[in-house]
């Protein structure tokens, strides 16, 4: 069930992570929200709060491991705990390699990578002690396939998805009891396309999302399905598109 779950959130302020948090919160969820920006963030939380739901936030850069660990503090300070952590947040500046976009190479690899790896280690501690807990992380089709131009972003996904899975394994190897589910979203309408800074990969992406891009709220519909699962029920892999996508 999803009511009454404490559930925080990164990248949460617009696309995936406001469609999810809203979402979330209209199911009875209370969600802790966390972006680098603070004034989307205090929107956000606003609307949830009018719309009779609950919502704590708080500015926060992945990148950073204190600003993980003062989240999921957050989360428990407001609402008494943590149930689940939605890993969302993410960069997809697309470029072929002879461009040489190496600053945005870094980038994804701390945003990406780095910052799943932060939001975990912050929320491990409590859900291995309390032997429950759920991990959702946001990987691509890009970490499915190999596509031109995504070497960098597909590599920052792929390792997602290896990550996400031997997460899972090991929990029940452990017996913590601590579930994953990993989505593989295809061309979802976000604010991700503004990140790509090569004109050629750029109009390439345009096309491909007027053809096949589909609503955030398509996937926040996915992560209230994960979260909704029964204890001993578990499904770690989603992939969400139009039925009539190419991949």
Same mark, same amino acid.
């Given at each position: 069930?999803?009511?009454?779950?404490?559930?925080?959130?990164?990248?949460?302020?617009?696309?995936?992570?406001?469609?999810?948090? $809203?979402?979330?919160?209209?199911?009875? &969820?209370?969600?802790? /929200?966390?972006?680098? %920006?603070? @004034?989307?963030? *205090? #929107? =956000?939380?606003?609307?949830? $709060?009018?719309?009779?739901?609950?919502? &704590?936030?708080?500015? /926060?850069?992945?990148? %950073?491991? @204190?600003?993980? *660990? #003062? =989240?999921?503090?957050?989360? $428990?300070?407001?609402?008494?705990?943590?149930?689940?952590?939605? /890993?969302?947040?993410?960069?997809?500046?697309?470029?072929?390699?002879?461009?040489?976009?190496?600053?945005?190479?870094?980038?994804?690899?701390?945003?990406?990578?780095?910052?799943?790896?932060?939001?975990?280690?912050?929320?491990?501690?409590?859900?291995?002690?309390?032997?429950?807990?759920?991990?959702?992380?946001?990987?691509?089709?890009?970490?499915?396939?190999?596509?031109?131009?995504?070497?960098?972003?597909?590599?920052?996904?792929?390792?997602?998805?290896?990550?996400?899975?031997?997460?899972?394994?090991?929990?029940?190897?452990?017996?913590?009891?601590?579930?994953?589910?990993?989505?593989?979203?295809?061309?979802?309408?976000?604010?991700?396309?503004?990140?790509?800074?090569?004109?050629?990969?750029?109009?390439?992406?345009?096309?491909?999302?007027?053809?096949?891009?589909?609503?955030?709220?398509?996937?926040?519909?996915?992560?209230?399905?994960?979260?909704?699962?029964?204890?001993?029920?578990?499904?770690?892999?989603?992939?969400?598109?139009?039925?009539?996508?190419?991949?």
């Amino acid at each position: 069930m999803i009511k009454d779950k404490v559930i925080v959130i990164t990248g949460a302020s617009s696309g995936i992570g406001e469609a999810s948090a $809203k979402l979330l919160a209209e199911k009875g &969820a209370k969600v802790v /929200l966390g972006a680098r %920006r603070e @004034e989307s963030l *205090e #929107r =956000i939380a606003d609307e949830i $709060k009018q719309a009779g739901g609950q919502a &704590a936030y708080q500015a /926060l850069d992945v990148v %950073r491991p @204190e600003d993980n *660990e #003062r =989240i999921v503090q957050l989360a $428990k300070d407001t609402f008494g705990g943590v149930d689940a952590i939605f /890993l969302n947040a993410g960069l997809m500046p697309t470029s072929p390699v002879s461009a040489m976009k190496t600053d945005e190479w870094h980038r994804m690899v701390d945003v990406n990578i780095k910052g799943v790896l932060n939001g975990v280690a912050a929320v491990m501690p409590t859900f291995t002690e309390q032997k429950s807990g759920h991990v959702l992380a946001v990987s691509s089709v890009a970490g499915l396939k190999n596509y031109p131009g995504a070497s960098v972003y597909g590599g920052t996904k792929w390792f997602v998805r290896n990550f996400m899975e031997v997460l899972r394994m090991e929990s029940a190897m452990e017996e913590t009891n601590i579930r994953t589910a990993t989505l593989y979203p295809a061309a979802i309408n976000t604010e991700l396309l503004s990140t790509i800074t090569d004109a050629q990969a750029r109009e390439q992406m345009k096309g491909l999302y007027q053809q096949y891009g589909i609503a955030p709220e398509r996937v926040a519909e996915v992560v209230a399905f994960a979260l909704d699962l029964p204890d001993d029920t578990t499904v770690n892999e989603f992939t969400v598109g139009p039925a009539n996508q190419p991949w």
